[in-house]
């Protein structure tokens, strides 16, 4: 087989967001498109491509299997030696950044658009994952960037046949060199190591029950994602949670028409399901499997922000940190502070990052970091580089197994013990670019100028004041390096906050993130703790809407989605 050079010209806008290239579909179909985007990726590695081996799989959405077969050739045609690619091309995220740790790979890329309806009219996404596992940082992201503006050739082998249908080794010789594609099974490394994080047993007798105890009633839902094959292993196979505990666990390429994105707005008929049957429990993962969301009995909502704080609280209970030890503690920055509080007590370091998952990478690598999450329902710990979906699952499946508890009293002990952080996130999905700019620079000057620190504001009578105010930047703390630039906020003294960010992962005009907090102390007792959420947090709302004067600058009575 011989390697062609094929001439080609830069596209404008290949620049990586949040979290990797997302287009519509259409706009990866353009010729070369992806090709280029594939060969900087390449490039961008040029140093460490000889030889080397790839870990390439994604969520099973439209266009993954084409563009598996064109990383295969253009691999094939820059000198990489090895591919190891999920069967079908499927592997979730989580189990890229698992394979590429354990089987000590360059790092590999991911075909994902996350938690963005798929199918031929809408979302791809291409990702670039480190030999850590995780998605690669901003220097590496924008070096990618540089390098698809000038871009003026990529390199092919396009003869080269290699399905992907069935697991096996497959040897090529292109030029005077040999190339290995390794199609592997796209969940057994993922779930040998779910084996050595958790007790399975253990949880499969809470699943099951005995003759003093009820069986532990699940339903795990994964939207049609990349989880299905993963969600049937663990819970039907290894977890025996029979076949009625698991829903839409088949991958389609368009999620079935739905937006696998799990919260309480896109998994409604998860939430319904539980709340009118006799379930304790119910689960939910997006498209490419890193997010997740956990509800109890009658779907008494976690959330992710609570999730993070519980699951801080209670890690012992789990055997990986029993016994590799807990180090620190990290949110991203729009998200509620509920951690922060169980840091404080538990005397860990606590870290926040800018939105991404990107930036929780050095802090593990450094041992400093143990558990961290996002309000975007995304959870994880450094037992790989990535949010992991059906790792929170068995998390929380693990503390209640422990404790004997349900979810509703974990959560009600929590507050008890710590105070509770309301929070909401109002977005507001592909509105015009332009004006959204212009609101964040209005807000940006007003927050900053002299006289808006110690300000106070009145709100559904209360007086909020300003203790705080700032465009988030962050400097990371091993490397040194800084992210500037990463939402506004405002902080007021009785520990509330307002962020106001732009999206990093549509793929059409612009979206913005409206998300505020406010704290309720354990003293205020057991009313004031269990109020609804989004009453709770109505002044502050008002407030933040007025502040930044959100629906004249994007025209809209009201948000896309509320989580
Ligand atoms: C969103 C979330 C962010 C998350 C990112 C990727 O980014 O807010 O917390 O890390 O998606 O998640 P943005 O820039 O649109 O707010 V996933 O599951 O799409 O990889
Ligand atoms: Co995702």
């Known amino acids: 087989l011989n390697v062609v050079t094929v001439n080609t010209n830069p596209y404008e806008g290949q620049k990586p967001g949040t979290s990797g290239l997302r287009k519509k579909v259409k706009v990866f179909l353009q010729k070369n498109y992806t090709e280029n985007f594939i060969q900087s990726i390449l490039d961008a590695n040029k140093e460490s491509l000889e030889g080397c081996t790839l870990v390439v799989g994604g969520d099973g959405r439209y266009l993954v299997k084409e563009v598996v077969d064109k990383i295969i050739k253009i691999c094939a045609g820059n000198g990489v030696a090895k591919l190891l690619i999920g069967q079908n091309g499927l592997l979730s995220t989580p189990a890229v950044s698992c394979i590429i740790r354990k089987y000590k790979t360059l790092g590999g890329i991911v075909l994902t658009a996350s938690h963005n309806p798929g199918g031929i009219d809408n979302d791809f996404g291409i990702k670039f994952n480190c030999s850590n596992g995780g998605p690669a940082p901003d220097a590496t992201t924008n070096h990618i960037y540089q390098l698809t503006t000038s871009i003026q050739h990529y390199k092919i082998v396009p003869d080269l046949v290699c399905p992907v249908d069935n697991i096996g080794v497959q040897t090529f010789k292109v030029g005077d060199r040999e190339f290995v594609v390794e199609v592997i099974d796209s969940v057994s490394d993922y779930v040998d190591y779910m084996k050595e994080i958790f007790d399975f047993p253990k949880i499969r007798s809470l699943l099951q029950g005995s003759e003093t105890r009820k069986p532990f009633k699940v339903l795990i839902d994964s939207m049609s994602g990349v989880t299905g094959p993963y969600v049937r292993r663990i819970f039907v196979s290894e977890l025996c949670a029979g076949e009625g505990s698991v829903r839409r666990v088949v991958p389609l390429q368009d999620f079935g028409g739905a937006h696998p994105d799990p919260n309480l707005t896109y998994a409604a008929d998860l939430v319904n399901e539980v709340k009118n049957g006799d379930y304790d429990f119910g689960a939910a993962f997006d498209g490419d499997g890193d997010r997740n969301m956990i509800i109890g009995r009658d779907a008494f909502f976690v959330t992710p922000s609570d999730s993070l704080a519980v699951l801080a609280a209670q890690l012992h209970r789990i055997p990986y940190f029993a016994r590799v030890g807990v180090r620190g503690f990290a949110r991203s920055m729009p998200t509620a502070a509920a951690v922060d509080r169980v840091a404080r007590k538990l005397g860990k370091e606590m870290f926040e990052v800018p939105t991404g998952w990107k930036y929780f990478g050095n802090l593990m690598d450094a041992g400093r970091l143990s558990l961290c999450g996002e309000e ?48 909401a996130r109002y977005d507001y999905e ?3 670019a332009e004006p959204c700019a212009d609101m964040m620079r209005a807000l940006e000057e007003k927050i900053t100028a002299p006289g808006f620190l110690g300000s106070s504001f009145s709100s559904g009578g209360r007086t909020f004041v300003v203790s705080a105010a700032d465009n988030f930047s962050y400097m990371d703390p091993i ?38 907090e406010a704290y309720e102390p354990a003293e205020a007792g057991a009313e004031a703790l269990r109020r609804d959420a989004r009453q709770a947090l109505r002044p502050l709302l008002d407030l933040a809407l007025d502040l930044t004067q959100l629906q004249k600058y994007t025209g809209r009575e009201r948000p896309t989605v509320i989580t």
């Open 430 to 432: 592909e509105c015009a």
């Open 376 to 423: 975007s329902f995304g959870t994880g710990s450094d037992h790989i580089r990535e949010k992991d979906g059906v790792w929170a699952a068995l998390a929380w499946l693990s503390v209640l197994a422990d404790s004997g508890a349900s979810v509703e009293d974990t959560l009600l002990g929590h507050w008890r013990e710590y105070g509770r952080n309301y929070f």
């Open 479 to 516: 490397d040194r390096s800084v992210a500037a630039g990463q939402g506004l906020r405002v902080v007021f003294a009785d520990g509330a906050r307002l962020v106001l960010r732009l999206s990093g992962t549509g793929s059409a005009g612009a979206t913005v993130r409206l998300y505020a």
